[in-house]
């Protein structure tokens, strides 16, 4: 069957396949099926640097236009991670720029990027155009100069969140004069002055810019100075927000808005003084996108601004939108579809700040289409989420922190198990879940009775017994990710499921009670997992095989152990001369 | 429900393919061990939990609960986000800090120290040695580098390389540039031998 059709046709055919999911499915048909694939697949998407190694990666992949690599895991974001522990682009960018000269695309998530890695990529690739960064750090300034100056048709640059070491705001006049393609540029996260005038040029000849993010440095003033030369903007982030009240400035700015007929996301808004913000009045109505996160004002500011927002599908912002302006937001957005509230002050324990359960109750509510949710508050009861649960059936994504750990119902004092039972239960479609609170092996069972399209859990301070986790890794069908901290998990279901490992991307757990002895029978026995165990207490050599480790990640990978891992990281199992080349 | 308990009786059970893989003990042993816990507080805790309960007692078999005080890496809010209001109420009182950039020789990147949080050259030796896990020796005449492998050295204003430790605290504070931490057999031309 397969002789009588002609590659040609079958290769136009996996071309409309773009997403990595369809792709590796469809490898898996056949020989033909595989080998056509891998020659015209051109969009690479690896999870996991340390899953696959680059050599296996260009032995498959002929032909690579864009590469996105994902580094450290998810807690890394808030420290758990040490420092040195791996995730460094360097040996990939080498031999990528061997393997493929005509790369376009690098997006890296979580990364240690250095600067001679920028260079690299600054002087190897011809046709570059898109960088991405998001959560990255070990590079300075300098690399991003050497990516302005050497990059000609570079089109997108986007530092998210990265921790840059910034020498100074030089960099973004390496751009040079001939340098006209640039369609977005995000440079939030950096902490240095850029030369205004060159910035000012910059925006100017480039046509083609869509999005701007601009860093906090940029003062208020000469916001309408950059507008009026980029009123196509569809996505634009200020800088600081806060300046004193002249009206001259207030109404440039207003009417520079205005004139922004296809902008449709803004974010920014630092130190803001509120007698600015009306001056987007005139774009609201136009917005899809709105983040006032670091808008640190009051409810009654904010609550005027998503009011106006009746097309808005994302809304991220402070507590400081209190319960009341969560109401307005039940009201006027009717289009929401997700909804982030991060805390003002995440570590005082009395905050004057009304922000509780019962704004969220009426987002969901009011806005039938919310499918994402992630919800920083200091109280919850059962029967909100269980109200949550009804209202919003479609839920993809539901993250609910409750800053006090093993926080009960705060009205019946009870465990928060029915609630979150009921989330999973009448949620069918959910992906994506972060749980706190008071939580017993009962949620657990729950979950895994139920989350049978769970593809990320997050756990803390949760469960009674290594029961709960054996729950959600023999329930949990599609679950690919798994990160736990400070729980009462062990040896026990972490070896009965230990098969489960294999099918999953990585599982985290710190502060929990597994053994070094259980995490060397691991990774002894499986030789398609590396088990590191991340230690870094001075005695660690002297602790016994049944005491616990204090974290442990486990991920699948077909490149065996890596051999950059710093002395705090033991890939435990694996006899340290081998080298396992499973091709 | 019936599942449930099920998967739950066979988790305990002998159940074949379980037990002739894997098992929870150790080599060379036969029945499963005792597992003892301990409780969860280790020594990578925060410094106000770290007093009272930093010693494992290995009959215990219950949890700590997590202290009032900050918790690593809880709530998880990444780190520019804690600093927002902070960065509002420190500029208006104090006033920002000198921060100066500090290399290691050997170490592949470079930290950032704000000196304003240190007060003698003693918390800076020990916020520099904590940052980078390693001996610094103050150097004096009569000892050498005190046993210790790496210097300290810094560069001032005009742009020379200086010893750490010979002028005043404070004046030190307001003319040093950078920081270098030096392995003291290269620091030799500055004055000492090993």
């Known amino acids: 069957m397969t002789s009588s059709f002609p590659e040609e046709v079958l290769e136009h055919v996996l071309s409309f396949l773009t997403s990595q999911t369809d792709r590796n499915a469809v490898s898996l048909v056949c020989k033909t099926w595989y080998e056509t694939d891998r020659w015209c697949r051109n969009r690479i998407f690896v999870g996991n640097c340390y899953a696959v190694n680059p050599r296996i990666l260009i032995r498959r992949f002929p032909d690579v236009k864009s590469i996105e690599l994902k580094g450290k895991p998810h807690f890394a974001d808030f420290?758990?991670?040490?420092?040195?522990?791996?995730?460094?682009?360097?040996?990939?960018?080498?031999?990528?720029?061997?393997?493929?000269p005509?790369?376009?695309?690098?997006?890296?998530?979580?990364?240690?990027?250095?600067?001679?890695?920028?260079?690299?990529?600054?002087?190897?690739?011809?046709?570059?155009?898109?960088?991405?960064?998001?959560?990255?750090?070990?590079?300075?300034?300098?690399?991003?100069?050497a990516i302005a100056a050497n990059c000609?048709?570079?089109?997108?640059?986007?530092?998210?969140?990265?921790e840059v070491e910034d020498l100074s705001g030089h960099w973004l006049s390496h751009f040079p004069d001939s340098f006209t393609s640039l369609e977005s540029l995000n440079m939030a996260c950096l902490v240095s002055e850029v030369s205004f005038s060159a910035l000012e040029r910059l925006v100017a000849r480039s046509p083609n810019l869509k999005t701007l993010k601009l860093n906090r440095t940029v003062p208020l003033e000469k916001l309408s100075t950059l507008l009026k030369r980029a009123p196509q903007l569809v996505d634009f982030g200020t800088g600081a927000y806060s300046a004193e009240f002249r009206p001259d400035v207030y109404s440039s700015l207003a009417g520079v808005f205005s004139a922004c007929k296809n902008l449709k996301s803004l974010s920014g808004f630092w130190d803001v003084t509120p007698a600015y913000l009306p001056v987007i009045n005139n774009v609201c109505s136009q917005l899809t996108s709105l983040n006032l996160s670091y808008a640190t004002t009051q409810s009654p500011d904010l609550t005027k601004i998503v009011s106006q927002c009746c097309n808005l599908q994302r809304l991220v912002v402070l507590d400081y939108i209190e319960d009341t302006g969560l109401n307005t937001v039940s009201l006027s957005c009717k289009d929401l579809r997700e909804l982030v509230v991060f805390p003002s002050d995440p570590f005082i324990g009395d905050v004057d700040v009304q922000l509780t359960e019962h704004g969220l109750v009426a987002v969901s509510e009011g806005c039938s289409k919310l499918h994402s949710i992630l919800y920083f508050c200091r109280q919850m009861s059962n029967s909100a989420l269980i109200q949550i649960s009804k209202n919003c059936p479609n839920l993809t994504c539901f993250r609910l922190c409750i800053i006090e750990p093993r926080a009960p119902d705060?009205?019946?004092?009870?465990?928060?198990?029915?609630?979150?039972?009921?989330?999973?239960?009448?949620?069918?479609h959910l992906t994506r879940l972060s749980m706190s609170g008071?939580?017993?092996?009962?949620?657990?069972?729950?979950?895994?009775?139920?989350?049978?399209?769970?593809?990320?859990?997050?756990?803390?301070?949760?469960?009674?017994?290594?029961?709960?986790?054996?729950?959600?890794?023999?329930g949990c069908d599609r679950l690919r990710k798994l990160e736990i901290r400070d729980c009462p998990f062990g040896d026990k279901a972490l070896l009965a499921n230990a098969s489960k490992l294999e099918r999953m991307r990585s599982l985290w757990m710190s502060s929990c009670l597994v053994s070094f002895g259980a995490c060397k029978l691991l990774g002894r026995k499986m030789p398609g997992l590396n088990v590191e165990v991340i230690d870094e207490r001075e005695n660690v050599n002297s602790i016994p095989e049944y005491a616990p480790v204090e974290k442990v990640y486990i991920y699948r990978t077909v490149s065996g152990q890596r051999f950059d891992a710093p002395d705090f990281v033991r890939i435990m199992g694996k006899d340290k001369d081998a080298v396992y080349n499973l091709s | 429900m019936d599942?449930?308990?099920?998967?739950?009786?066979?988790?305990?059970?002998?159940?074949?393919?379980?037990?002739?893989?894997?098992?929870?003990?150790?080599?060379?042993?036969?029945?499963?061990?005792?597992?003892?816990?301990?409780?969860?507080?280790?020594?990578?805790?925060?410094?106000?939990?770290?007093?009272?309960?930093?010693?494992?007692?290995?009959?215990?078999?219950?949890?700590?609960?997590?202290?009032?005080e900050q918790i690593v890496g809880w709530p998880p809010v990444r780190s520019y986000r804690k600093n927002i209001l902070q960065v509002k109420k420190m500029e208006s009182d104090t006033g920002s800090g000198i921060y100066v950039k500090v290399s290691m020789d050997g170490a592949p990147y470079l930290r950032k120290l704000d000196l304003?949080?240190?007060?003698?050259?003693?918390?800076?030796?020990?916020?520099?040695?904590?940052?980078?896990?390693?001996?610094?020796?103050?150097?004096?005449?009569?000892?050498?580098?005190?046993?210790?492998?790496?210097?300290?050295t810094y560069e001032d204003k005009e742009g020379d390389w200086m010893l750490v430790g010979d002028v005043p605290w404070e004046m030190f504070i307001s003319t040093c540039k950078r920081l270098r931490i030096m392995k003291s057999c290269e620091a030799r031309g500055l004055g000492g031998s090993l």
């Open chain 1, 79 to 100: 420290n758990l991670v040490p420092e040195g522990w791996g995730g460094y682009v360097y040996p990939w960018v080498v031999e990528l720029a061997r393997a493929y």
């Open chain 1, 102 to 145: 005509s790369l376009e695309e690098i997006r890296l998530k979580r990364m240690v990027v250095t600067d001679e890695s920028l260079e690299m990529v600054a002087k190897s690739f011809n046709n570059f155009k898109v960088l991405v960064l998001s959560s990255c750090e070990g590079f300075s300034t300098d690399g991003l100069a």
């Open chain 1, 152 to 162: 000609r048709n570079l089109r997108v640059l986007d530092l998210r969140e990265c």
């Open chain 1, 410 to 428: 705060y009205q019946t004092l009870e465990p928060l198990d029915t609630g979150f039972g009921s989330i999973v239960q009448n949620c069918q």
């Open chain 1, 438 to 474: 008071l939580l017993t092996d009962r949620v657990f069972e729950y979950i895994g009775t139920y989350a049978k399209n769970l593809d990320m859990l997050s756990i803390a301070f949760a469960g009674d017994s290594d029961l709960g986790l054996h729950y959600v890794l023999s």
């Open chain 2, 3 to 68: 599942q449930i308990k099920r998967n739950t009786l066979n988790l305990f059970e002998d159940n074949d393919h379980l037990t002739t893989e894997l098992r929870l003990g150790l080599p060379g042993s036969d029945d499963q061990p005792e597992i003892k816990t301990t409780s969860l507080s280790s020594n990578k805790r925060s410094s106000s939990e770290m007093g009272s309960s930093s010693c494992m007692d290995e009959n215990e078999s219950t949890f700590s609960p997590p202290a009032k």
């Open chain 2, 116 to 152: 304003k949080m240190y007060t003698s050259y003693e918390e800076l030796m020990k916020g520099l040695q904590d940052m980078f896990k390693c001996l610094i020796g103050l150097y004096s005449e009569r000892e050498g580098y005190n046993g210790s492998h790496h210097a300290l």
